[in-house]
């Protein structure tokens, strides 16, 4: 089955996508499987390298070094939104996917497949980087605590989280006028 990110076919094709494109193109998948899946914000993830120097487990992750991350978005890397899909709704950092805290540890549990299934995208890695975030850092700190002890290890936590970056995207489109 072949998984192609819009972002990345964007890319192949020189295509420019708003920043909110967030969906996945999933070849040669059955329309029932289509139906059946909850809306979300895909990406799908190949197993990762490993961890480089720079990327620090158990780290903070600043505002001015998730950005980039957001605007080229990468198998390397995974943004986690641990907010509840209502929050959500409200809008969400570009390329992020959802696991709500609420049904995290049990998500963490699953095994590669069922967790595919439930979310959408692949099972990071034990050595995957990973950002979680949520609304103000409280739950994406518990999440970050959570993946590291269920053995991650490329885990560093957005504390600035969604406040922090709604706040400074609203001072960025008001410089750019």
């Keep these: 089955m072949l998984r192609t990110s819009i972002s990345t076919l964007a890319r192949r094709t020189s295509v420019s996508l708003p920043s909110t494109a967030r969906t996945v193109v999933a070849a040669a998948r059955p329309a ?38 957001t605007k080229n978005p990468s198998d390397d890397v995974v943004v986690i939104d641990v907010r509840e899909p209502d929050e959500v709704a409200l809008g969400s950092i570009p390329s992020s996917v959802n696991i709500p805290l609420s049904d995290f540890e049990k998500s963490l549990s699953l095994d590669e497949g069922d967790f595919t299934k439930k979310h959408g995208f692949h099972k990071p890695g034990k050595t995957q980087k990973i950002v979680f975030y949520c609304r103000s850092g409280k739950r994406s700190t518990t999440a970050s605590d959570l993946a590291r002890k269920a053995g991650f290890k490329g885990v560093r936590n957005y504390t600035g989280s969604w406040l922090e970056w709604s706040d400074k995207q609203k001072k960025e489109g008001e410089n750019d006028d």
Excluded: C, H, M, T
Excluded at 42 to 66: N, Q, T, V
């Design 32 to 69: 029932a499987v289509l139906q059946q899946q909850q809306p979300q914000a895909a990406r799908f993830y190949a197993k990762s390298a490993p961890l480089s120097g720079e990327w620090k487990d158990g780290s903070i992750i600043s505002y001015d070094e998730l950005k980039p991350i």
